[in-house]
T-cell receptor, first 116, second 114 residues
C-alpha cells in the first residue's frame, strides 16, 4: 500500500524546544517537499529536496531545518528560532513524469503542531 | 510576481448549482496550473491540471478554463454535490526550474448545501 506517512498527527511544543516531524514515503519518489498551512494563507514552501543529501530552502525556511539521508525519509525540525510554529505541516513527494517534469505532488495526512 | 491570487475566500452553493473559483497570476513563466482539493484534517490531493497550450480541460464535473492573455484560470464544478464541500487551492509552477515547486493560491472553502 504505497503512500506518504506523517507522524505524529498532533505535536505539542514547549517554549525553547526543538521538535521533529516525520515524513516517510514508499512511492520511490525522488523529490520531497515540506509545506506550512495557515488559515487563509494557502500552502507555503519551507524546504524541498530532489536527491539524497541535498535540499533547498523554500519561501519560509527561517526557524526550520531538514535532512535527507535516505530517499524515503525527509524529516523536518522546527527549532526554537521559529517564533510562531503553530500550524498544519504537510509533506509531499513527486516524481518526474513522462514530460520530464515534476508535476503532481502527493501529500501526506499532515501534522498539526501546537505550542504549549 | 511569484504570487497566485485566488478568489473568493469562501463560497456557498446549493446542491446542483455551479461553483466557480478564480485565480490570477503575473509571472508569464508559469506553465503548469493544477487544482488541489483538501478535506478537513487531510492533505490536499490533485483534482485537475492544465497547461497553457489549451483553453479548457474537463474531467467529469470539473472543468478548468484558462485565459492566457488575461493570466487567469478558473475551476468550475458543475452539478455541485455536498461531497464536494472542501477547500480548493489553485497553484502554478515554472517549466525552467524543474524543481516541482508549486506556488499556491490562498484557498477557497466551498460549502455545498443539500
Amino acid at each position: 500500500d504505497g503512500g506518504i506517512t506523517q507522524s505524529p498527527k498532533y505535536l505539542f511544543r514547549k517554549e525553547g524546544q526543538n521538535v521533529t516531524l516525520s515524513c516517510e514515503q514508499n512511492l520511490n519518489h525522488d523529490a520531497m517537499y515540506w509545506y506550512r498551512q495557515d488559515p487563509g494563507q494557502g500552502l507555503r514552501l519551507i524546504y524541498y529536496s530532489q536527491i539524497v543529501n541535498d535540499f533547498q530552502k523554500g519561501d519560509i525556511a527561517e526557524g526550520y531545518s531538514v535532512s535527507r539521508e535516505k530517499k524515503e525519509s525527509f524529516p523536518l525540525t522546527v527549532t526554537s528560532a521559529q517564533k510562531n510554529p503553530t500550524a498544519f505541516y504537510l509533506c509531499a513527494s513527486s516524481i518526474e513524469g513522462t514530460s520530464g517534469r515534476y508535476e503532481t505532488q502527493y501529500f501526506g495526512p499532515g501534522t498539526r503542531l501546537l505550542v504549549l | 510576481q511569484q504570487q497566485v491570487k485566488q478568489s473568493p475566500q469562501s463560497l456557498i452553493v446549493q446542491k446542483g448549482g455551479i461553483s466557480i473559483i478564480n485565480c490570477a497570476y503575473e509571472n508569464t513563466a508559469f506553465d503548469y496550473f493544477p487544482w488541489y482539493q483538501q478535506f478537513p484534517g487531510k492533505g490536499p490531493a490533485l483534482l485537475i491540471a492544465i497547461r497553457p497550450d489549451v483553453s479548457e480541460k474537463k474531467e467529469g464535473r470539473f472543468t478548468i478554463s484558462f485565459n492566457k492573455s488575461a493570466k487567469q484560470f478558473s475551476l468550475h464544478i458543475m452539478d455541485s454535490q455536498p461531497g464536494d464541500s472542501a477547500t480548493y487551492f489553485c497553484a502554478a509552477s515554472m517549466w525552467y526550474s524543474n524543481t516541482g515547486k508549486l506556488i499556491f493560491g490562498q484557498g477557497t472553502t466551498l460549502q455545498v448545501k443539500p
